[in-house]
């Protein structure tokens, strides 16, 4: 059998996941899938063909056309296209055809990091690491409006802080798979952590219990 290895990691929008698990996938030479985008490419392609969000049987055929490996960031990325995927990500028979494509992914060598809200819990339970990153809603609202800010544009804080304390309570009341940390998660709180500190905790992380593994 060949061996596949798999970082989980789970957490709100605005948490650092993406890029902690960027930077995991570099380090560790894994395949890397920012699950969030495929939520997001069945809510743009309802946008697209001017279809309701809960058109339930629309979702389903577009998430069915998914293509993992054809997942644009640049036409996903948008705060619009995010809002909706968080609509259309409730919807267990969506989240049954994206899952088995997640978990498809996870079982190709050399293995991958998966990033999502329900990786370590549904996805991929059997997980070799499971991260939950998080960090406070203001933190997280703050980051925002500084990447904002940082290709010129304006925001207000307050309507970005209302927007993710409901985005959160979206993820984490939903029925099916709601956000939260796997019993076994290693919690990564960057509220107060910059992502090269929360790199450094997850690599001390993942390289114990490698070393474990190699002396076992
Ligand atoms: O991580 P993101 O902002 O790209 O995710 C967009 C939405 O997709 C998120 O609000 C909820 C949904 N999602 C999910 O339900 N399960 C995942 N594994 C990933 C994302």
């Not at 709100?12 to 698990?21: I, Q, S, Y």
């Not at 939260?180 to 919690?187: E, G, V």
């Amino acid at each position: 059998m060949t061996h596949t290895f798999t970082i989980a990691i789970d957490g709100p929008a605005g948490a650092g996941k993406g890029t902690l698990a960027r930077r995991l996938a570099d380090h560790y030479r894994l395949n890397l899938l920012d699950t969030g985008l495929t939520y997001r490419a069945v809510a743009y392609a309802l946008i697209q063909h001017a279809l309701p969000l809960d058109n339930v049987s629309a979702a389903e055929t577009a998430a069915r056309q998914v293509d993992l490996a054809k997942l644009d960031r640049a036409v996903l990325s948008t705060h619009a296209v995010g809002e909706a995927a968080s609509k259309v990500a409730v919807y267990p028979t969506v989240r049954r055809i994206l899952v088995e494509k997640q978990r498809d992914f996870a079982k190709t060598p050399p293995g991958a990091v998966l990033d999502g809200r329900d990786i370590g819990t549904v996805v991929c339970p059997d997980a070799d690491i499971k991260l939950y990153v998080t960090a406070s809603a203001e933190v997280r609202a703050q980051r925002r409006l500084s990447e904002i800010e940082s290709i010129g544009g304006t925001a207000d804080f307050t309507e970005i802080l209302a927007d993710i304390v409901r985005r959160d309570e979206r993820d984490m009341s939903r029925a099916d798979s709601p956000l939260k940390p796997a019993a076994d998660a290693h919690l990564l709180d960057t509220s107060e952590m910059a992502i090269e500190a929360a790199f450094l905790a997850a690599m001390a992380i993942i390289d114990d219990v490698l070393a474990k593994r190699d002396n076992a």
